[in-house]
């Protein structure tokens, strides 16, 4: 069984640019997460789709942050202007359902120059 | 107060030895906790899940979950050199399925 895909792995950018991300859940998980990592802490949750809706963005930074799962597959999450402070992993994650163990893909490493 | 407390580390033992790894929450309601394992530059993977006050044992490792104290442990046995990593203790906070992390605790076992 494939596991969570996401690309890119690295990405490198200067402040007030934009960035996205893109990953791939484990074929027929309904529930996808993104998670912050920044260096030295434990993970931090942005966004968690249940399908296609949003069940949980109350940490996601709307006014720079953006997520979507249009067809409840694949997710893309956006920032949009970059700050220093985004340097982190950005991490997904999918389950099979909200209650069932979560996988985590490779990550994203984002530097903001 | 943060929502899972985990010391940094770095714990050091030698090989062969217990490693003893703990864990304090604020969160009375929560319900879940899990043990996730980090290689340095690698991605977490579950290692163990308890939902009841005990113990709950897998292989080497044993899970260990007090809600009175609001306490939860993981014991690794006969640690191993391959054991070193960053140990994230997470939980379920009330009846939410969302995952609140602790920072994790540096586990280095020496040759």
């Known amino acids: 069984e494939a596991g969570v895909a996401q690309s890119p792995r690295y990405k490198i950018i200067e402040k007030r640019q934009s960035v996205a991300f893109w990953c791939n859940p484990i074929?027929?998980?309904?529930?996808l997460y993104w998670y912050q990592q920044i260096l030295g802490q434990g993970p931090k949750l942005l966004i968690q789709?249940?399908?296609?809706?949003?069940?949980?963005d109350s940490q996601l930074p709307k006014d720079r942050f953006s997520a979507e799962r249009l067809k409840g597959v694949d997710s893309t999450l956006k920032i949009q202007p970059a700050k220093l402070e985004d340097s982190a992993v950005y991490l997904c994650?999918?389950?099979?359902?909200?209650?069932?163990?979560?996988?985590f893909g490779p990550g994203t490493r984002l530097t903001v120059l | 107060q943060k929502e899972v407390e985990q010391n940094s580390g770095p714990l050091s033992v030698p090989e062969g030895a217990i490693a003893s790894l703990n864990c304090t929450y604020s969160?009375?309601?929560?319900?879940?906790f899990f043990w996730y394992r980090q290689y340095s530059g690698k991605s977490p993977e579950l290692i163990m899940s308890?939902?009841?006050?005990g113990d709950k044992e897998d292989g080497r490792f044993t899970a260990q979950l007090n809600k009175a104290s609001q306490y939860v442990s993981l014991l690794i046995r006969d640690s191993q050199p391959s054991d070193s990593a960053t140990y994230l203790c997470?939980?379920?906070?009330?009846?939410?399925?969302?995952?609140?992390f602790g920072s994790g605790t540096r586990l280095l076992v020496r040759p």
């Open positions: 997470a939980l379920n906070p009330d009846s939410s399925y969302k995952l609140i």
């Open positions: 994650a999918s389950s099979f359902e909200l209650q069932d163990t979560q996988y």
């Open positions: 969160d009375r309601g929560s319900q879940s």
């Open positions: 789709f249940q399908n296609n809706g949003v069940v949980d």
């Open positions: 074929s027929g998980h309904a529930t």
């Open positions: 308890i939902y009841s006050n």
